[in-house]
Nanobody
Framework: QLVESGGGLVQAGGSLRLSCAASGRNFNSYAMGWFRQAPGKEREFVAAINWSGGRTDYADSVKGRFTISRDNSKNMVYLQMNSLKPEDTAVYYC??????????????????WGQGTQVTVSS
């Protein structure tokens, strides 16, 4: 089970930190990622991290502003979001690829999803 938290309403230029709590004893061997979906748009890749946290990848739209990290001792994945823009407004989803230990950027590779948390950035 994946449970996201930390979403909310923030002004442009502000910051939020999303958290994803994962259950399961093999969490530290899963590839993890964050995706988002804005109203009327398809779900899009935001950030991904490998099993150890040593490798990451980001969508061009968030590079330099967002940071993905994980704490395997706590079964947690985080998304630190800085310099937020109105176009970052979306429901953010945490996902796990239990078949991979690498960096996974395609949504169809992920087999486990959280329920999502709303992020709203006002201008």
């Amino acid at each position: 089970q994946l449970v996201e938290s930390g979403g909310g309403l923030v002004q442009a230029g502000g910051s939020l930190r999303l958290s994803c709590a994962a259950s399961g004893r093999n969490f530290n061997s899963y590839a993890m990622g964050w995706f988002r979906q804005a109203p009327g748009k398809e779900r899009e890749f935001v950030a991904a991290i490998n099993w150890s946290g040593g490798r990451t990848d980001y969508a061009d739209s968030v590079k330099g502003r967002f940071t993905i990290s994980r704490d395997n001792s706590k079964n947690m994945v985080y998304l630190q979001m800085n310099s937020l823009k109105p176009e970052d407004t979306a429901v953010y989803y945490c996902a796990a690829d239990r078949q991979s230990m690498g960096v996974v950027t395609k949504s169809y590779d992920y087999d486990y999803w959280g329920q999502g948390t709303q992020v709203t950035v006002s201008s």
